[in-house]
């Protein structure tokens, strides 16, 4: 989360951040690891005091970079700006759940890169949030950096707060709901395959790649596990390779 004062995230522009509102960072979504970094790189993109989204332009250099050159051809590109198109983006709203596709169009040139269209739907998500103070703010290189989608948003999740007093609660079927994992799930029906595959699998990942590290205690009804108490702490061993 941004620095604060006086409860407001004190930005410093950087093209190497990513600025989403919480609603976002919250939201429920599940996108493949390639297209996950590939809105990541756009989002980078949009200027913290835009009010208005323009055309954003990813260039074939940083399309490289974010895929280990996986997505070599306009075919491939294409297919993941495609799914950031269809995919959808589920946002709470009380109890109202609205739902996005992150892109609204593209266009990609062999060699060149690809330019983009955020879906207007997403303007209250990523567009004028100093005006709310309501955003999380986080490195551009820590999440392109974890290998695993799931690692990505529980890195912007926990991100999101660490300002708060620690640790905080989070519901299991909060978190499970974020990460588009079924309730009902058969693969994580059981605590003990959420925590050796995506909550250990992210404590590794944060600890060698990101600029935070987590703990986690399990809350328990009965013998059921309901929730964790995370806690989120500074990575001193962290070393951003691109100054911010």
Same mark, same amino acid.
């Given at each position: 989360?941004?620095?604060?004062?006086?409860?407001?995230?004190?930005?410093?522009?950087?093209?190497?951040?990513?600025?989403?509102?919480?609603?976002?960072?919250?939201?429920?979504?599940?996108?493949?690891?390639?297209?996950?970094?590939?809105?990541?790189?756009?989002?980078?993109?949009?200027?913290?005091?835009?009010?208005?989204?323009?055309?954003?332009?990813?260039?074939?250099?940083?399309?490289?970079?974010?895929?280990?050159?996986?997505? /070599?051809?306009?075919? @491939?590109?294409?297919?993941?700006?495609?799914?950031?198109?269809?995919?959808?983006? @589920?946002?709470?709203?009380?109890?109202?759940?609205?739902?996005?596709?992150?892109?609204?169009?593209?266009?990609?040139?062999?060699?060149?890169?690809?330019?983009?269209?955020?879906?207007?739907?997403?303007?209250?998500?990523?567009?004028?949030?100093?005006?709310?103070?309501?955003?999380?703010? &986080?490195?551009?290189?820590?999440?392109?950096?974890? /290998?695993? #989608?799931?690692?990505?948003?529980?890195?912007?999740?926990?991100?999101?707060?660490?300002?708060?007093?620690?640790?905080?609660?989070?519901?299991?079927?909060?978190?499970?709901?974020?990460?588009?994992?079924?309730?009902?799930? #058969?693969?994580?029906?059981?605590?003990?395959?959420?925590?050796?595959?995506?909550?250990?699998?992210?404590?590794?990942?944060?600890?060698? /790649?990101?600029?935070?590290?987590?703990? &986690?205690?399990?809350?328990?009804?009965?013998?059921?596990?309901?929730?964790?108490?995370?806690?989120?702490?500074?990575?001193?061993?962290?070393?951003?390779?691109?100054?911010?």
């Amino acid at each position: 989360m941004a620095k604060r004062r006086n409860g407001v995230p004190v930005v410093k522009e950087d093209s190497a951040k990513v600025r989403k509102s919480n609603v976002f960072v919250s939201g429920r979504y599940r996108f493949g690891l390639l297209e996950q970094k590939l809105l990541l790189q756009v989002v980078s993109k949009v200027g913290w005091d835009q009010k208005e989204f323009t055309e954003y332009f990813v260039n074939w250099k940083e399309i490289q970079s974010l895929s280990k050159d996986n997505l /070599n051809t306009v075919a @491939k590109i294409d297919e993941a700006c495609e799914k950031l198109k269809n995919k959808t983006i @589920k946002i709470r709203k009380g109890n109202v759940e609205e739902n996005f596709g992150f892109l609204s169009g593209w266009r990609t040139t062999a060699g060149q890169g690809v330019h983009v269209r955020i879906d207007p739907g997403m303007r209250e998500m990523l567009l004028d949030l100093l005006s709310s103070g309501q955003f999380t703010l &986080y490195s551009l290189e820590c999440a392109m950096s974890l /290998n695993s #989608p799931q690692s990505i948003r529980l890195y912007e999740i926990f991100k999101s707060g660490q300002w708060k007093q620690q640790p905080v609660l989070y519901s299991l079927d909060e978190i499970k709901w974020a990460l588009d994992i079924p309730l009902d799930s #058969p693969t994580y029906k059981d605590f003990g395959s959420l925590r050796v595959n995506v909550l250990e699998r992210a404590q590794k990942a944060f600890k060698k /790649n990101t600029d935070i590290v987590f703990t &986690y205690i399990p809350v328990k009804e009965g013998r059921k596990v309901v929730a964790l108490e995370v806690t989120v702490r500074e990575n001193h061993k962290y070393q951003a390779t691109v100054q911010g």
